[in-house]
């Protein structure tokens, strides 16, 4: 209905300025925007398009190639080498500067490089699972792709639309839009046609509907004003961003980072003092300082998430499984609880209608005939209810009647009613959910006669619903009641005295198949919970012919009485959660992710927009509405639990591969740091000067960048991956110290054969070198390294990089980063020297993962 509140023209003060669009009338707006009901001619819409530009937020490519390469510049650890440069060349140091400068500018190029291409992958991923409009063209509605809309045009929205523009109200029906996305109000706001005041801020403007603002519930028609940039939502983008619950890969990374930074600090602090007290160089000790802060820390960890998950986010597309956002993958293989509804997930999803019944059981055409016109009438949100029930696509049956209104659905009446017109005169058609449908009847058809609904009748129909659902027949109900013509706008208050006509009866066997796939999930240690809004007595037979456990059974009734402690304790005892109302399954999800669960939601509905924004991965399918796909982080292209799986596999081997880097990178890079740390104590000289310790760093991170094409122990995919700081911390514990006592060794051997400080350092770049490759080969897993194959991209580079390292002395520019040709017998002790670390590394590495497997059996916890 029209809102009195705004629907005449308001008064206001004449000024020089035009009214803003919200202050206009309809016939203003079409006469300035050169339109009409009927809509824009595409050739028109064609040629605004190229005026104004597409219905997008993002600028080209270009624009986002320039703010990768800029966030190279501006993480914390190169802002750290460009201080070194700085101060290299204010006291004269211009050649280190120049090299510090290079190596940076080389490291930031690599991430870019990496980076970009992997933000170009997704992004063409996205592109095909974009957003669509309902728009009138041609004087026909048709969909088109939502950044094709241009101002002028009439778009159509219904329960489930993203706005896809600022538009104003042409028509409306119990329309509620969410604006959380815009305002920050959480409830849906009434919407309808007319008139705002100039000076109404956007909650105010009732007669308009903005870009980022979803339907929740009714149907309208709209005229598009502002596209793209020049939307609300735009002008204030930033600012209304939804904060987004911190995932579990996400928490891992921040602690993490916590850990790397009090280590660096430390190390760096009591380094860069001692050598100071020892008289040595201010610049020297200030830059050998910052080298050991920058070679501690591994500073391409972004790139190579990003690149890791890139390609598993590639992969993944060819299993028909789409990213919508990267971080989601590590989250999917973290995934230890998958949340989802029954339909078209656990079920078939192509729900049939097996019968037409009236109130006493018995096959009615009347019943057909009232749900075929609620059916086929109604112009809200589509669903596959409607679907099963018009499949005899019944055109000539639907002629014969007009519809005079419509009461749109909505998740808390749970029906909707249709108005029509024919040869018996009008009636109001209401088809909904049995319980609240009953609430509403006063009487109820018992053959021709109809008779009140006593207590007596009402437990006779409880008691028929309650077989039909314990027999896994979903049920709707139909009621009528004669509509006085004479009124013009229905409106909720009028499904009042209805009376029932009947029942619908609904088959949607389990999907074949599923029982193995919801088997292989729980072997990957995920477990199933059903959330769905049908009776209890549906989803218990359903989990029973699927093999799901069903004893435990919390009903939505009861969660509206519990406190959100009382549903944390209970949630995750809780095998179904049934009758659910659509605000209660943001509340599950909380509740089971506060019990330290990585929860997955999958769901394509609504009211499922809530827990896919706060489940830790929310999981949609390519035929979802578009408020659930855009809250979803993964979209399915099939309904289908088996391409989850592989989702999940994926997720858990690219998962892997990211430890793999971090714990190659910390327990190498830890041990040489003490090494050098320890060394520039008590040398007489620094061990490496900054530049060769910013090289090393360099060199051993090109076959880093290689890791997301490692292959991965089938043992990776076979548990939940979780972030666990502890055992990283001791895994750098163990393996860093291995590393640096085959330093010491190293330092021995040099200083025994007499090695003049341009040599001791060109040896132990060497050492270090070849040493860090021997480390990538061996820890990237936890079986022997000669059982575990790596990729042809990884060998290849790290022999690459070994090559590079034994050579690197010898070629005409060594001098430049301060190295000498080293003798062939100390070239073939200082290689002797890393095989001896890397048997050791074996051996470790056995006793090491004996010992964290029996600490991840007592505690629940993983490392790798």
């Known amino acids: 209905m029209d809102n009195p509140a705004h629907n005449a023209a308001p008064e206001h003060r004449v000024t020089d300025f035009p009214p803003p669009y919200w202050a206009k009338s309809v016939e203003a707006l079409f006469a300035e925007y050169k339109s009409q009901s009927t809509g824009l001619s595409a050739t028109e819409a064609a040629a605004r398009l190229k005026t104004y530009g597409p219905n997008a937020l993002s600028a080209d490519g270009r624009a986002n190639a320039l703010r990768i390469l800029l ?24 050649h280190d500067a120049v090299i510090i400068g290079c190596i940076v500018g080389a490291s930031c190029l690599l991430g870019f490089s990496q980076e970009f291409s992997a933000s170009c992958a997704v992004e063409s991923l996205r592109r095909g699972i974009s957003l669509t409009a309902a728009v009138i063209r041609d004087g026909r509605e048709q969909t088109i792709p939502a950044d094709q809309l241009v101002p002028g045009d009439v778009i159509k929205l219904s329960a489930g639309s993203l706005v896809p523009a600022d538009a104003v109200l042409l028509s409306a029906q119990d329309l509620n839009v969410t604006e959380a996305a815009l305002t920050g109000e959480t409830f849906p706001v009434a919407k309808s046609p007319g008139i705002s005041k100039p000076e109404a801020p956007i909650d105010d403007r009732l007669n ?79 830059l050998f300082s910052l080298a050991l802060a920058v070679g501690l820390t591994p500073e391409l960890l972004p790139a190579i998430i990003s690149v890791t998950l890139a390609r598993g986010a590639r992969v993944m597309a060819r299993q028909g499984v789409i990213i919508r956002r990267l971080e989601a993958m590590e989250n999917l293989g973290s995934m230890d609880l998958l949340c989802t509804d029954k339909t078209g997930t656990l079920t078939e999803g192509t729900i049939h209608l097996d019968q037409c019944v009236d109130v006493t059981g018995q096959p009615s055409d009347k019943v057909k005939l009232m749900a075929i016109l609620n059916a086929g009438l109604q112009a809200g949100l589509k669903n596959p209810l409607d679907d099963a029930i018009l499949t005899e696509k019944p055109d000539a049956l639907l002629a014969a009647y007009r519809k005079l209104g419509e009461i749109p659905y909505d998740f808390a009446r749970k029906r909707l009613s249709v108005i029509v017109a024919g040869q018996d005169g009008a009636q109001l058609i209401c088809k909904g959910a049995v319980t609240t449908l009953l609430d509403i009847c006063a009487t109820a058809k018992a053959g ?4 009140p609904i006593n207590a007596e009748l009402r437990a006779e129909i409880d008691d028929r619903y309650r077989q039909w659902s314990e027999d896994g027949i979903r049920v709707i109900a139909v009621a009528t009641r004669p509509f006085d013509q004479q009124k013009t706008v229905p409106d909720k208050g009028d499904e009042i005295g209805l009376c029932l006509e009947g029942f619908l009866l609904f088959l949607d066997p389990a999907k074949a198949g599923v029982e193995e796939a919801l088997g ?67 509340r599950i999800v909380k509740a089971l992710r506060k019990a ?20 830790d991965v929310g999981i949609s399918v390519d035929s979802a509405v578009d408020v659930a796909r855009e809250a979803a982080d993964i979209i399915l292209l099939r309904r289908d639990l088996d391409v989850l799986m592989r989702g999940v596999d994926d997720g858990r081997r690219t998962f892997a591969n990211t430890l793999k880097y971090i714990s190659i990178a910390t327990s190498a890079n830890f041990g040489n740091m003490i090494s050098m740390a320890i060394a520039s104590l008590l040398l007489p000289f620094l061990p490496l000067l900054a530049k060769q310790i910013l090289l090393n760093n360099l060199l051993a991170d090109i076959p880093s960048m290689t890791i997301a094409t490692d292959r991965v122990d089938p043992i990776e995919v076979q548990r939940p991956k ?25 330092f021995g ?89 890397a048997v050791a590394l074996e051996v470790a590495k056995s006793l090491f993962f004996r010992r964290e497997r029996r600490h991840s059996s007592l505690h629940g916890r993983e490392l790798r």
């Open 208 to 286: 308009c509907v903005f870009t980022g603002t979803s339907v929740r519930s009714g149907i309208a028609t709209a005229l598009t004003v502002e596209t793209g940039n020049s939307t609300e939502f735009a002008s204030i983008a930033e600012a209304v961003t939804r904060e987004v619950p911190e995932t579990d890969f996400a928490r891992g990374i921040r602690r993490f980072g916590y850990l790397m930074t009090r280590i660096m600090l430390v190390i760096v602090f009591i380094v860069f003092i001692a050598n100071l007290l020892l008289h040595r160089p201010l610049v020297d000790s200030l």
């Open 596 to 615: 330290n669960h990585v929860v997955g939601y999958l769901g394509d509905g609504i009211n499922d927009a809530p827990a896919l924004h706060e489940a």
């Open 749 to 837: 051997f040099l200083l025994f054969v007499g090695a003049s400080v341009d040599v001791f350092r060109t040896g132990w770049f060497v050492e270090s070198l070849t040493s860090q490759i021997a480390t990538m080969l061996i820890i990237r897993t936890i079986f022997p390294s000669w059982k575990s194959r790596p990729s042809r991209l990884l060998v290849a580079t790290t022999a690459a990089i070994g090559l590079a390292a034994i050579s690197l002395p010898y070629l005409p520019f060594a001098g430049t980063f301060g190295f000498v040709p080293l003798p062939f017998n100390m070239v073939i002790a200082l290689l002797s020297i890393t095989v001896a670390f």
């Open 448 to 451: 021709d006669v109809a008779k």
């Open 520 to 586: 292989g999930l729980r072997k990957r240690g995920i477990s199933i919970k059903i959330i769905s809004g049908d009776n209890r007595y549906v989803v218990a037979h359903l989990a029973k012919a699927v093999g799901l456990k069903g004893g435990r059974i919390l009903s939505g009734r009861e969660i509206a009485s519990m406190s959100n402690d009382a549903l944390f304790a209970s949630a995750a005892k809780t095998d179904l959660f049934v009758e659910i109302d659509p605000n209660q399954k943001e």
């Open 71 to 94: 966030k190279q510049f501006l993480s914390p650890l190169v802002l750290i080498l460009i201080f070194a440069a700085i101060v290299a060349a204010g006291v004269g140091e211009m």
């Open 722 to 746: 979780r972030w666990n700081i502890a055992g990283i911390q001791r895994f750098m514990l163990c393996f860093g110290p291995i590393s640096s006592l085959f330093d010491f060794v190293t």
